[in-house]
């Protein structure tokens, strides 16, 4: 059973945790937008103290890669790699919809990632049912354009509710899940599969599906 130390701050909260199998030693999580780099560090201390461990016991550590906020994402992956770096262990990459997924029972349905891009879309990560090897990378797809599933759909991220209203006017089996935010214990989950093999790897690094917006000054 491998012991994981897994960091999200992906969309609007961040979070640390420190699991062995299906055992959570700790965990730790705060909402919010802003102010993910000052809380992650603190609570990755706390996980630790918790489970009386030290850095140099982990054999891996995991970030949410995205998609997701630019700064949060930032912030997670630079100490993840940090702490994989002084462990000698290695930095594992899980995607927003993987941990969201991975959040859920297992069951009938597909699942669907669906994370706000702030501009009128959706980043869509779509995951046949039972299992979390994403049919294709992320994409970007207006609401009005959402493809049609091929059968009942569980919804997660935080653009669930608006997908499943309009799924839902098209007469389309869509169940709104509550895995709303993806959470480190659910990453690490993912992260144990990469390291049996389970699931192809993936590099500890930023997952943007399209460019961060950028504010023009004046």
């Known amino acids: 059973m491998a012991l994981i130390l897994a960091l999200d ?30 809380l992650l560090p603190p609570m990755v201390e706390e996980v630790l103290r918790e489970a009386g461990l030290a850095a140099a016991a982990l054999e891996a550590v995991a970030a949410v890669v995205g998609p997701g906020g630019f700064t949060g994402l930032r912030a997670a992956l630079a100490l993840a790699e940090g ?16 941990a969201l997924a991975a959040a859920l029972p297992p069951g009938p349905r597909a699942v669907w990632s669906v994370i706000d891009n702030r501009r009128g879309r959706v980043m869509l990560e779509r995951f046949p049912p039972g299992s979390l090897r994403a049919e294709a990378p992320p994409e970007v797809v207006a609401e009005a354009d959402l493809p049609h599933p091929a059968g009942p759909v569980a919804l997660a991220g935080d653009a669930a509710p608006s997908v499943a209203a309009r799924l839902a006017a098209r007469g389309i089996d ?31 690094r930023p997952l943007y599906v399209e460019p961060p917006a950028v504010r023009r000054p004046g």
């Not at 945790?17 to 000052?38: I, P, Q, S």
């Open 83 to 98: 702490l994989a770096l002084g462990a000698g262990r290695p930095a594992i990459g899980v995607t927003t919809g993987e």
């Open 174 to 204: 869509a169940l709104l899940s509550d895995s709303r935010l993806p959470s480190a214990t659910a990453a690490a989950r993912v992260a144990a599969l990469r390291l049996t093999g389970s699931l192809p790897p993936r590099p500890a």
């Open 9 to 38: 701050a992906a969309l609007a909260g961040c979070s640390a945790a420190l699991v062995e199998g299906d055992r959570v030693l700790a965990a730790r999580a705060a909402y919010g937008d802003r102010g993910h780099a000052a």
